[in-house]
């Protein structure tokens, strides 16, 4: 379970964990740039890029997901999430996020 509290209402968190992260950097083509160069002169929405965001944003949370699983937690809380654009010409798409690690008496 992750959530964006900092507690679990009903249910009491026996450890704390730490702090986890996850982390994904991607590049987006040349193909997508070029679509979505022509949604922003004739409006609507870049599917591709929001393709792109929703698959970094899955994968940085299954990555923050294993990380507390390794040190033994079954839930994060606290969840916050950032995204940026990195690189020369803003070609890389970045998502992070973070939370706490805990273990929840369910």
């Not at 590049?27 to 740039?33: E, P, R």
């Not at 609507?44 to 699983?69: C, K, N, P, V």
């Not at 079954?74 to 020369?88: H, R, S, V």
């Amino acid at each position: 379970m992750i959530i964006s509290t900092t507690g679990i209402e009903g249910k009491k968190i026996l450890a704390y964990k730490g702090i986890v992260f996850g982390e994904v950097v991607a590049g987006v083509n040349m193909f997508k740039d070029m679509a979505a160069g022509f949604r922003n002169v004739f409006g609507g929405r870049a599917s591709s890029y929001e393709g792109e965001l929703t698959q970094a944003r899955e994968e940085a949370i299954a990555e923050m997901m294993e990380r507390a699983s390794e040190r033994g937690a079954n839930a994060i809380i606290g969840i916050k999430m950032d995204y940026e654009t990195l690189g020369a010409e803003n070609g890389m798409l970045m998502v992070t996020c973070s939370g706490t690690a805990v273990v929840v008496d369910f």
